[in-house]
């Protein structure tokens, strides 16, 4: 067994985590101060968003220099102090890994615009005008052409993100080896692995119009493996939005060498309309999410392994999204706990679910840092969409919703920073914040912290088979676990009404394992489930 397969890891977005010095700004120093706080939730391991140089046009996913540290998080001897204080707590640093593309400030960027046979020049990826206009009607996801013109050269660079992240030209050894020298300076320093952001890009083959899952992907992985990861016991997990069962058994089947696990992304965009985009908001069909989840805990059975999340930096807050944040706010904060951890895979909490942190409303643009979001906002105005519907498009979807600083305390500023913070704290923290969560037994943090040890006392949370029930219940999401002998049912109502559970097989009365309404037993022939109720039990 790997350390990852029973592992449970905390996202780190670290603008909005802690701040030590009162500059509004989370930072190293900040992380540092609640280690013991991760240590009590009983995590193993935490991802850090990128804490490197940057100017920050993508809030720190456009890196101007791999190897330093940028000022507003501290210095490189407090992440040496990071990564020493985390080992002595039994934590791990899993650090973010941006190389689909740098920063236009980067120096193999900044030298390579200078001159076509600038050394660096093939760093990127150039092209030449077609008539006069971009190459190809690649778009970015960040709006508008992908394609950039550089006046001084007179050529087009590619950009699947903002035009200040231009792409790296995978297809150039020297990018690769470069690119790998900089993994092992990190690995050297004993950090935990790495996430790896869109990493399914890297293959691309932008003028045959392919970006995602190019043909040499899984070259370069390998490549990628044998020349860093090889022989230190690190985890990996790729970013990869276009993964489908099959290609991730690809990424994360041992035998080949690649990544240790991905993250998919198919859970994450049924509340979208099929042919549009994130913005284009679609109600969630419970059936759906059930057969999604299940499919991949059921493919990913003998080969490969999955990651389990429901959050991170780019995603709106579950309780808020598919969950209820008003009256039944702890309740399914505690439900989605439960169905994820319970599943076979690699969970993932992000920093300020485990205290069920809500969505954030906005009235107007000028709220929002997020670039994304202002870019859909302008280019969508421009094309005649209502103001208003944009504005609920962002509240429900939009990057800012799990940005905000991190409830402390209830304190002026959540306890946050002393100074103002760079994104507005949401004036809910009073009632949310993790002094309050960690103070009561009955908590959602103590919820999460149940589910973690859970994994850790059973092999079979971590190795057990999954079946899903009543795939056809609208608002009932039911599936068991079995290993060895043993078998757990996970009962979960997904809706604010009470629902009869009708199992067909013939189950009696279960031992409770884990409850978010404090029940003790269940009476399987006559259960009804409360409103957001889920209940873990032991039913042979
Ligand atoms: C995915 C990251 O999670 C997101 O925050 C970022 O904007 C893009 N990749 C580009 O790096």
């Known amino acids: 067994m790997k350390w990852w397969q029973n592992a449970v890891i905390y996202q780190i977005y670290p603008r909005s985590f802690k701040d030590s010095n009162g500059d509004g700004i989370g930072d190293i120093p900040g992380i540092i101060s609640r280690l013991d706080y991760l240590k009590e939730l009983g995590i193993d391991a935490i991802w850090l968003s990128p804490v490197y140089e940057s100017p920050n046009d993508d809030n720190g996913y456009d890196i101007s220099d791999y190897q330093a540290i940028h000022p507003d998080f501290g210095t490189m001897a407090d992440m040496d102090r990071l990564i020493e204080e985390a080992k002595s707590r039994g934590i791990r640093i899993v650090m973010d890994l941006v190389v689909n593309h740098t920063s236009d400030e980067h120096q193999w960027f900044v030298e390579g615009r200078k001159s076509k046979d600038n050394e660096y020049r093939d760093y990127y990826i150039w092209r030449d005008p077609v008539n006069g206009e971009a190459p190809n009607d690649l778009t970015s996801t960040f709006g508008g052409s992908a394609w950039e013109y550089d006046e001084k050269t007179a050529q087009y660079y590619l950009h699947l993100f903002s035009k200040k992240q231009p792409d790296l030209n995978w297809e150039n050894e020297k990018v690769r080896q470069s690119v790998y020298d900089m993994m092992n300076f990190w690995l050297d320093k004993g950090i935990g692995g790495f ?20 043909p040499k992907l899984h070259h370069y992985l390998q490549e990628l493996h044998q020349e860093t ?7 990996t997990v790729g970013e990869t939005w276009g993964a489908t069962p099959e290609t991730a058994m690809l990424y994360s089947d041992p035998l080949r060498q690649e990544l240790s696990m991905v993250f998919q992304f198919e859970h994450m965009q049924l509340d979208e309309q099929p042919g549009g985009t994130k ?3 679609k109600p969630l069909d419970l059936t759906e999410l059930k057969r999604v989840l299940s499919k991949w805990q059921v493919e990913l059975k003998d080969s490969g392994w999955n ?6 930096h780019d995603l709106p807050r579950i309780v808020s999204r598919f969950g209820n944040d008003t009256d039944y706010r702890v309740e399914s904060a505690k439900l989605f706990a439960i169905l994820l951890h319970l599943m076979k895979g690699t ?3 992000y920093q300020g679910e485990e205290i069920g942190m809500t969505n954030r409303k906005i009235e107007s643009i000028d709220e929002v840092d997020d670039i994304e979001s202002i870019n859909m906002y302008h280019e969508r105005l421009s094309e005649g969409y209502r103001k208003d519907a944009l504005i609920h498009a962002i509240n429900v979807k939009g990057r800012d919703n799990a940005r905000t600083p991190m409830h402390w305390d209830d304190s ?10 760079w994104l507005p704290v949401q004036s809910n923290y009073k009632h949310i914040n993790v002094k309050e969560s960690l103070d009561s037994e009955d908590s959602i943090f103590s919820m999460y912290k149940k589910l973690i040890q859970l994994r850790k006392d059973n092999p079979l949370v971590v190795w057990g088979d999954y079946e899903l029930l009543l795939p056809d219940h609208p608002s009932i999401f039911a599936y068991t676990r079995s290993y060895q002998g043993n078998t757990w049912l996970v009962a979960a109502n997904v809706s604010g ?6 199992l067909d097989e013939d ?32 039913i042979a």
């Open 307 to 312: 990651s389990l999340f429901w959050n991170n």
């Open 347 to 349: 969970p993932y909490i």
């Open 279 to 281: 913005w284009d908001l």
């Open 229 to 235: 990861l090889l022989n230190r016991d690190v985890m």
């Open 412 to 421: 002026e500023q959540a306890g946050f920073t002393t100074g103002t913070p």
């Open 195 to 214: 996430r790896m952001d869109v990493i399914d890009l890297i293959g691309k083959k932008p003028d045959e119009g392919i970006t995602g899952n190019g």
């Open 497 to 502: 009404q009470e629902e009869r559970l009708e």
């Open 507 to 538: 189950r009696r009365v279960g031992k409770v394992i884990v409850s978010n309404y404090g029940k003790e037993e269940i009476d399987l022939e006559m259960a009804v489930l409360q409103p957001f109720e889920a209940t873990v039990v032991e």
